[in-house]
């Protein structure tokens, strides 16, 4: 199956690809290698998932608001690059996670995108290096900020 | 215009080139990307700006730290490759941002650097992908520390 | 002298290769590059150094984790790549510490690992371009998290 054909089965629904909100491009190409920014996790009606970690929502939540982001990301890839199968691979996930300092369940949080990678593109194909860390805040207090690089085919 | 003649008629003051103050180099180059480290804002006297956003100083403070600290870069660059027209274009930024755990307007304050790098390199050469994200702490309690990626010509 | 030369003679015991927690792979190599997943300070026994900088750890103790960190990282070399001597040099270090928001020593401890690479791959091909900065949280509490590129040869 292409990533495309998996894409389709899993009828998800995708977030608006957002727009910067800053002085930055949502993704460059450079070689055979994808750059996406940093995205958040925006809602399909374009607002944002808001809150910290241990404080204001629970790893569970946090983990439901990285898949959100890796679906934005997913809309990124789409409205930019036209079809999910001009990637061929996950290369690399930076997965920050906004939470007070006694929190420790990062990895798990981060699944939440890096389980929608696996389902799109696949159990080999759909997973890349990763680091799953804390954060002391983020942009307008969302939970997560994801930024990843793709290998085009 | 090139990148050297858009810089020399913005007038600008650059710091020298910062010293690593560990063990890592100011820049490497692989293939034709130039990876460049983490920068701090320092000054032309060889000092840094100090503190942390929403506790000692604000964000429009904050963000004039991001453009000094985008300064520096330019200042390893054009040190260590002798000019800005060996850059093709800006890749990624990783904007960090030393801030309470409540601040939220982390693109605001990168954005610091990254209108610098617009007025140097240009709208679209100039425009990378980027994270902008609130970190713990940062070394000597500077307020913002910016690595880079730029493409060669 | 080769890579795996240095290592011998330094009569240095490495961790087991640590499995991924989470849904990630310990390495990837895309044309010439390395990517290495963040890794913790791991021991010879499986457990992990924990505490954050500043409240539970001193800054020399946290800089022992980051070397430890880089046993583990030096370790998930060999075990995949089957020797040191595949790879030419370090391109990019991100050191991420766990420390209290006062913390400023963030270069001191992530020359932990630093220093290592240097006595392993030499003090050309060892040091590349480093952010070292501080989290607000990390994995289970460690002090250290440490993702690394190296160029093959």
């Known amino acids: ?24 491009k949502p993704y460059i190409i450079v070689d055979n290698i994808v750059y996406v920014s940093g995205h958040s996790p925006v809602l399909e009606d374009g607002g944002h998932i808001i809150g ?14 990285a898949r959100q982001t890796g679906l934005a990301i997913l809309s990124t890839i789409k409205t930019h690059l036209g079809s999910l199968n001009k ?6 996930v930076l997965g920050m996670v906004n939470a007070e300092p006694e929190f420790g369940e990062h990895p798990f949080v981060i699944n939440g995108c890096s389980e929608l990678f696996v389902e799109v593109f ?32």
């Open 87 to 92: 990637i061929k691979r996950v290369v690399k």
């Open 52 to 65: 910290r970690v241990g404080k204001d929502m629970k790893a569970e939540e946090a983990k439901e608001a």
């Open 122 to 153: 696949g159990p080999d194909m759909g997973v890349g290096v990763r680091s799953a860390v804390g954060m002391g805040s983020l942009p307008h207090g969302i939970p997560v900020e994801i930024e990843a690089h793709f290998e085009l085919v």
């Open 1 to 24: 199956m292409t990533h495309e054909e998996r894409f389709e089965k899993l009828n998800l629904t995708l977030p608006t690809a957002p727009k910067p909100v800053g002085v930055y």
